[in-house]
């Protein structure tokens, strides 16, 4: 037993011989991380479906007549408008004239030649604000998804022919 604590004495030697101490130390380096976030005032507007965004249909209804008026108030994926902006960010809504190429006289048409509803969208419930294409509404955002009601009106008026009536209205929201 005496040969063999002498020959791992040896080796012990040579090993410390071969191999530093300070090669078997552990160097621990540490440093620091830089972690940002920029939020940018942006809204995002509308539902996609299909890669297409849209805010829904606005209808009216079926009527048999147009002798009375009709009042409409947008909901959410039928007519209103859904905005999400970062929190502060002030925002404007326009609406277009359709095919009319008027704000103050918007109308749809049938498939018939001629033939055609007058309607129009408000920003108010009260129908007095014709919402329009140039100065539209503004508002400031809060942060949270927001519905803004779009108010449609049809007044009374000659019955046309009976038909499907529509018009696409243009819907831009700027930031």
Not at 46 to 73: A, D, P, Q, Y
Not at 91 to 111: F, P
Not at 114 to 142: C, E, F, H, M, P
Request: with cysteine.
């Amino acid at each position: 037993m005496h040969l063999w604590f002498k020959a791992c004495q040896c080796i012990l030697l040579v090993i410390n011989i071969i191999t530093p101490l300070s090669a078997l130390a552990v160097t621990i380096k540490s440093a620091t991380v830089s972690i940002t976030a920029n939020v940018i005032p942006a809204c995002s507007a509308g539902s996609t479906t299909g890669g297409t965004t849209t805010f829904g249909v606005m209808n009216f209804g079926t009527h048999s007549t147009l002798s009375r008026e009709i009042k409409l108030i947008g909901q959410s994926n039928a007519g209103a408008i859904l905005v999400q902006c970062a929190p502060g960010v002030n925002y404007q809504i326009v609406l277009g004239a359709g095919k009319s190429g008027n704000v103050a006289q918007r109308y749809m048409t049938g498939s018939q030649s001629g033939q055609r509803v007058s309607y129009n969208l408000y920003s108010d419930a009260n129908y007095t604000a014709i919402w329009d294409d140039t100065q539209g509404i503004t508002k400031t955002a809060n942060g949270l998804q927001e519905w803004v009601n779009v108010y449609g009106y049809i007044p009374a008026q000659s019955t046309p022919v009976a038909d499907s009536y529509t018009d696409t209205v243009q819907v831009t929201v700027s930031w």
